[in-house]
T-cell receptor, first 116, second 108 residues
Framework: EAGVAQSPRYKIIEKRQSVAFWCNPI?????LYWYQQILGQGPKLLIQ????????DSQLPKDRFSAERLKGVDSTLKIQPAKLEDSAVYLC??????????????FGQGTRLTVV | DAKTTQPPSMDCAEGRAANLPCNHS???????VYWYRQIHSQGPQYIIH???NNETNEMASLIITEDRKSSTLILPHATLRDTAVYYC?????????FGAGTILRVKS
């Protein structure tokens, strides 16, 4: 089966600019996650969707970050305006069963964002 | 979700078994132990998970102590391509919360 697709792979922007990342999860996966991974650290969950509804966005800096998952399939994550500390890899993941802890999540390759 | 404790780094000789420990003393009865790894410049890759019984798949074995307060991931014959950061995660819902992980260096 096709994996989680993310684009772009790399993005360089200046601070105060805006940027958007796209994720296409594995077909049929109800749960979608966005993570931020700063160099040298483990991934940090930003937001979790169940179909097209938000389950958890407690770690999402809502003054500048937004995410949506229209129609419960693809998702976009936006940063506006970007700050230097937003430089990180943004990972998207998906899993099958809503609410199940006995099912693995599959990750995309990530988008590496550099803010200069 | 319960917290996990892992050593920051480990070395292993190529061809030998790599045994990666993880402590999760506050794990509760319905929480699973998951292992992921992340090779440089790639997204995390699922390895294995278990509840209380030992598990084995084509990649690794997972040994969970009887009291479930710790576990060990075993890569039976480590290769240079197994060099990665290994994350032990306790999961009791649909969340997946990562810690800092263990950097495993496989050396020839």
């Amino acid at each position: 089966e096709a994996g989680v697709a993310q684009s772009p792979r790399y993005k360089i922007i200046e601070k105060r600019q805006s940027v958007a990342f796209w994720c296409n999860p594995i077909s049929g996966h109800a749960t979608l996650y966005w993570y931020q991974q700063i160099l040298g650290q483990g991934p940090k969950l930003l937001i979790q969707f169940q179909n097209n509804g938000v389950v958890d966005d407690s770690q999402l800096p809502k003054d500048r970050f937004s995410a949506e998952r229209l129609k419960g399939v693809d998702s976009t994550l936006k940063i506006q305006p970007a700050k230097l500390e937003d430089s990180a890899v943004y990972l998207c993941a998906s899993s099958t069963h809503p609410g199940a802890s006995n099912t693995e999540a599959f990750f995309g390759q990530g988008t590496r964002l550099t803010v200069v | 979700d319960a917290k996990t404790t892992q050593p920051p780094s480990m070395d292993c000789a190529e061809g030998r078994a790599a045994n990666l420990p993880c402590n999760h003393s506050t794990i509760s009865g319905n929480e699973y132990v998951y292992w992921y790894r992340q090779i440089h410049s790639q997204g995390p890759q699922y390895i294995i998970h278990g509840l209380k019984n030992n598990e084995t798949n084509e990649m690794a074995s997972l040994i969970i102590t009887e009291d479930r307060k710790s576990s060990t991931l075993i890569l039976p014959h480590a290769t240079l391509r197994d060099t990665a950061v290994y994350y032990c995660i306790v999961r009791g819902g649909n969340k997946l919360v990562f810690g800092a992980g263990t950097i495993l260096r496989v050396k020839s």
